[in-house]
Nanobody, 122 residues
């Protein structure tokens, strides 16, 4: 499985971005998809995840109510809609995939995209 994250950019505080995670290879509908982010000097942290069928989602507390994770299995693509962005959301965002249940643990994910930079100005 290969993952390609895109959609990052520079946005003012309060603005919105939608990140995409395009997957190639078979059985995308069998994978949970997670989103993580990493700022310089920090560990890669969990942001959101969605189950293989889109039924269950989870979010880190700091993004609840602002971010929405979704997927379109027919397009083999996952999404992270980000609204009301804050400077603290600035980071490189990564998508990742794994078989089985979605997880908040980055070590559980097998496949990773290359990351897309999100910068929020104040």
């Amino acid at each position: 499985v290969q993952l390609q994250a895109s959609g990052g950019g520079l946005v003012q505080a309060g603005g919105s971005l939608r990140l995409s995670c395009a997957a190639s290879g078979r059985s995308f509908e069998s994978y949970a998809v997670g989103w993580f982010r990493q700022s310089p000097g920090t560990d890669r942290e969990f942001v959101a995840a969605i189950s293989f069928n889109g039924v269950t989602t989870s979010y880190t507390d700091s993004v609840k109510g602002r971010f929405t994770v979704s997927r379109d299995n027919s397009r083999t693509t996952g999404y992270l809609q980000m609204t009301d962005l804050k400077p603290i959301d600035s980071a490189v965002y990564y998508c990742a995939a794994k078989f089985g249940a979605d997880s908040r643990n980055r070590h559980a994910y097998v496949w990773w995209g290359q990351g897309t930079q999100v910068t929020v100005s104040s």
